[in-house]
């Protein structure tokens, strides 16, 4: 039998919260974590609150991951953050790939390409994630997006760092609308992105966990956790009240 999979929940915070609101937050977050030791936890904040929230979670299991960063380790990348620096920070993962920079900066699968390594390398967690738009699945396309997206973005990972990647489904049609997709999608699309990486390297597959993320609730978020392939969820909306995220951390303890 292959090892469980650890669960694991990310608050993406997107373009919210300055430094005293992510304070308030974590303040409460912190003191709250009790019996969620099953779980990894993760707080994507935005730049300006990285160092912030690092202090906060000094001495808890809690990790804070960025919402992007470049793939070079320096240089003239005016607007950039590289991956040392957010090790330099305390950081320990990022987010790569969300379908708003996607869709709104012109984030490329070569660019991602590059991106999950060089997060590797310096040692960060790279959650990576992929998704169709509502066209692509009402198209009968929304595995072969996923193909193409895994493929691309997975292009220049070494053979055996697989398992040290975390992937989030995000249909673009979930994110921020409340229309959640329901267990069977999120099962079914997970499923497949595992049965693709397996095409890579079998064992590391099982040992990848696959996220979901798109109007996750702490109402729906229990059941899409206990789907088999579903290892935890990449929450937006619902993250920005700690109570909620709190409900949603809590659903994933299985
Ligand atoms: P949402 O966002 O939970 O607000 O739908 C999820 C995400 O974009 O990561």
Redesign the pocket.
Known sequence: MPEPRRPLVAA?W?MNKTVAEAGDFLERFVASIGGLEAVDLVICPPYPALATAVEWTERTPIRVAAQNMHFEAEGAFTGEVSAAMLRDLGVEAVVLG???RRQHFGETDEALARKVPAALDAGLLPIL?VGESEDQRDAGETEEVLAAQLGADLAELDGGALSGVVV?Y?PIW????GRTATTAQAQEAIAFIRSRLAERDAGQAQAVRILY????KPDNAAELIAQPDVDGG??????LDPDDFLAICRAGVR
């Open positions: 993406n997107k969300h379908s708003e994630c989030a995000e979930a994110i921020g609308t993320g798109g109007s996750m990449l929450v937006g909306g619902a993250s």
